[in-house]
Structures are given as structure tokens and as C-alpha cells.
């Protein structure tokens, strides 16, 4: 009895094997079939993780590039080869150094989805350029790679905006959800004929249509500042984009002259100026007769970049024994002078050619100073001069044969501002 049972029990053992066995068996068989079909069911679809999208058949991998990132190492963690990275690299050296990659920048890279092997790498050299290096997967191509550097397609929307200023323009924008760099880039395109430091009076209203740029539905950044219009204590300014040429794109008023003239109206860029100044001259000492205060007095921190208004010659760039500390002279032709005194630090030399807008100081408080401040002076024909009041020629009018272009240009533009 005592033997039988115990075969009994050892058929019974080996039933349960061959159950176990098969039960293994199905369980991999079935595991394989997930593995391997899965994917192929998912491929166009599934998101493997934040950064990973699955375009199409192809895989995009979009690199955040960080400090101390270089190009090899991005290349490497990423799964490039060193010898296609090198053509890569080679092939787009003529319109992008890959060595020079800046962190905070994004890298896109496309891998071929049967493959795995990269086929595509884009990345946004500035605002405007993107660098595309692809390899050539036709017959004829042979797998060579090829770089192109071309305009980054935004899509574009127009925007117009307006505003009334009650403490500055900048604020009045602000306050109207206007991108700080569309109100900055509207401030310049007026640069040659509003000082918004200076001239902004409480009323004051302002209206602009620009162009917005997104990339796959999301807002990036704004672009051109199409018509702008500034109505300064009752005096109307207005202004257009048009491109005349390729070497002449640009604003011009409503008669086709364009409004870059002689000087700018202000020796501190409106992104120094913007948050700092109200309307009204509380920051800033006006030109005085009376008290002998012949110049401008901008009340800006310490270190704001100083900009020549105009063209011209460096005809003294050094400390002044007259009160004025640091001080930079700029000639400009045979009538006008300008001076920028108080100085932190001079940017320029004696006998040196500078460009309108150029940089050749920062603000100081050196000399007869009581606070950091730029003492703005112009000189006309020797004689110190408001140049708030000065009226410059109008700026260069287009040519007859783009006039026609011009009108059919602004006059969308003009009812935009309508
Ligand atoms: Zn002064």
C-alpha cells in the first residue's frame, strides 16, 4: 500500500511538469508576440518620453543643450556615430560653427525609424536662420549628407494694438498685454523722431500692427512692426514698413520719405530708458538757458551703454578739466558737435569713425556730478544748442519707380491703423 502511494504520488509530479512546462512555454510565446508586434502596432503614435516624439515613421529627438555640452558629447550620449558626427559637422561648417552650439538652445535630431540611424539635424542658429544638415536617402544620393541654412517658416499673424499713455508709453503698452519686445521694437522704429525719454506727455496715444511668429501653433516672438502710429501732445507720427530693395528695407512716412535721419533723438537706447523714465521731466534736468544748463540730462544707472545720435568723427575721448569728467566729442560734419559727458567709461578713441547708434560710452558719474547721469550737449556752429528743438531735414524719399509698390503697400497698412 505504503508503495503504491508513493508511485502515485510521483506520477502525479510529473503531470504537474509537464503542466508547468507548458505554461512557461505559452507564457513566452505570447510575451514574445507583445514584444515584437506592439511596437509595430504603436510606431506612429506612442510618445516613449517627454522629449521624444515619434514623427511620421522617423524619430525626433529634441536635445535641450546645457552647460559644458559640447557637440561631441551631445552626439555621443545621443547615439551618433563619430565618423557620420564628423560629416555632419563638416558639412555644415559654411553656415554654422556646431562647435560654437549655445546652451539654453535646442538640437533636433531625426532618426530613421527601421534603422534607428540619425538622418536629419536642424537646429535654429537666431531668431531668424535655422541650420538643416540631412543625409540623402534617394538611390542617387548615396547616403551623403547636406547642409542648407534657410529662414525659420513662422507661421504669421498680424496684430494690432493701441494704448493711451498715463505714466509712460512703455507701461501704457504693457498694461495693454503688448510684448515688451514688440514695444521696444515700435519705441526704435520712432527713434529718429521721438525721444521717449523725454517727450511723452500724459495723453499721449499710440497705435501699431505687427506680426506675431509661432512655431506648430505656440507664440515665439514678434516680428516686424508693420505701421506705427504716436500722436505726442497733439503732433502726429506715423510710419510704414516697405522693403525698397534689398539694401533699403525700412520705415517711411505716409510720403515716402524715409524716417532715418541725421540723429536719433535720443543718445540712450529705449530699452534703457523704458521702465525708468515717466512723462514729465522729473529724471531728467531740460536744457535751461537761465541756469546756463545747455544739454540734456539723462537720469539712467550706472554702466547704460551711451550711443552716438549720428555719424561722425571722435574728436575728443578722454577726462575733461572743465567739470565734465569722462567726456567723448563727436563731430559730425561741419555744423554739428556732440558731446557725452560724466562717463564711467569711454568706448572709443580720439580720431575714430562711428556709426549712428554705436556704443562709445557708458553713463558715470565722473566730474561735476552728483549722480550717475549722461550730460548730453549739441553743438551747432559753436554755439550749444536744444537738440529737442532741432528740426533735421526729412530722411531720403524713395524712388520714383517704387512709388506705385510703396501706395499699394501702405494703403492696407494705413487702414490697419484705422
Ligand atoms: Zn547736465
Redesign the pocket.
Known amino acids: 500500500m505504503k508503495v503504491q502511494t508513493v508511485w502515485k504520488q510521483r506520477r502525479l509530479d510529473s503531470y504537474r511538469g509537464y503542466i508547468k512546462i507548458a505554461a512557461i512555454g505559452i507564457i513566452v510565446i505570447v510575451f514574445l508576440l507583445l514584444v515584437i508586434f506592439i511596437p509595430k502596432l504603436f510606431k506612429t503614435t506612442d510618445i516613449i518620453a517627454d522629449d521624444i516624439v515619434i514623427a511620421n515613421e522617423d524619430t525626433k529627438v529634441v536635445v535641450e543643450i546645457s552647460t559644458g555640452d559640447t557637440y561631441g558629447i551631445i552626439m555621443e550620449n545621443n547615439s551618433v556615430p563619430i565618423s557620420i558626427a564628423n560629416d555632419i559637422y563638416n558639412k555644415s561648417l559654411e553656415y554654422y560653427d556646431l562647435v560654437t552650439l549655445r546652451a539654453g538652445k535646442k538640437l533636433d535630431l531625426y532618426y530613421d525609424g527601421d534603422t534607428g540611424d540619425i538622418i536629419r539635424l536642424e537646429y535654429k542658429i537666431d531668431s531668424e536662420d535655422e541650420l538643416i544638415v540631412a543625409k540623402d536617402l534617394s538611390e542617387a544620393g548615396e547616403g551623403n549628407w547636406s547642409a542648407i541654412r534657410q529662414a525659420i517658416a513662422y507661421e504669421v499673424k498680424e496684430r494690432v494694438v493701441s494704448g493711451e499713455v498715463k505714466s509712460s508709453m512703455y507701461q501704457a503698452a504693457l498694461e495693454n498685454d503688448i510684448d515688451e519686445r514688440a514695444i521696444i521694437e515700435f519705441a526704435n522704429a520712432f527713434q529718429w523722431s521721438i525721444d521717449f525719454a523725454m517727450d511723452p506727455r500724459v495723453g499721449d496715444i499710440f497705435k501699431f500692427a505687427f506680426e506675431e511668429r509661432y512655431l506648430d501653433g505656440e507664440y515665439i516672438m514678434p516680428g516686424k512692426i508693420l505701421a506705427g502710429r504716436y500722436v505726442n501732445a497733439g503732433e502726429n507720427y506715423e510710419l510704414f514698413y516697405f522693403e525698397e530693395s534689398e539694401e533699403n528695407k525700412g520705415y517711411f512716412d505716409i510720403d515716402g520719405n524715409s524716417v532715418q535721419k541725421m540723429f536719433l533723438k535720443a543718445p540712450v537706447a529705449f530699452k534703457y530708458i523704458s521702465s525708468g523714465f515717466t512723462t514729465g521731466s522729473r529724471y531728467v534736468?531740460a536744457f535751461n538757458v537761465s541756469t546756463g544748463?545747455r544739454?540734456?540730462?539723462y537720469a539712467t544707472p550706472y554702466g547704460t551703454p551711451i550711443r552716438t545720435v549720428g555719424d561722425g568723427t571722435v574728436v575728443f575721448a578722454g577726462w575733461s578739466s572743465a567739470g565734465y569728467g569722462y567726456l567723448t566729442s563727436i563731430r559730425h560734419n561741419g555744423t554739428y558737435t556732440t558731446n557725452y559727458?560724466?562717463q564711467s567709461r569711454i568706448a572709443v578713441g580720439y580720431g575714430q569713425k562711428v556709426k549712428q547708434g554705436e556704443v562709445i560710452g557708458y553713463v558715470g558719474s565722473t566730474g561735476f556730478?552728483t549722480g550717475p547721469?549722461?550730460?548730453?550737449?549739441m553743438v551747432k556752429n559753436g554755439v550749444k544748442i536744444n537738440p529737442m528743438y532741432e528740426v533735421l531735414p526729412p530722411g531720403k524719399p524713395i524712388l520714383e519707380e517704387n512709388r506705385e509698390r510703396f501706395e499699394q503697400t501702405i494703403s492696407r497698412l494705413i487702414d490697419m491703423l484705422e
Do not use: F, R, T, V
Not at 373 to 377: A, F, K, Q, T, W
Open positions: 534736468a544748463h544739454a540734456i540730462d559727458a560724466h556730478s547721469h549722461l550730460h548730453y550737449e
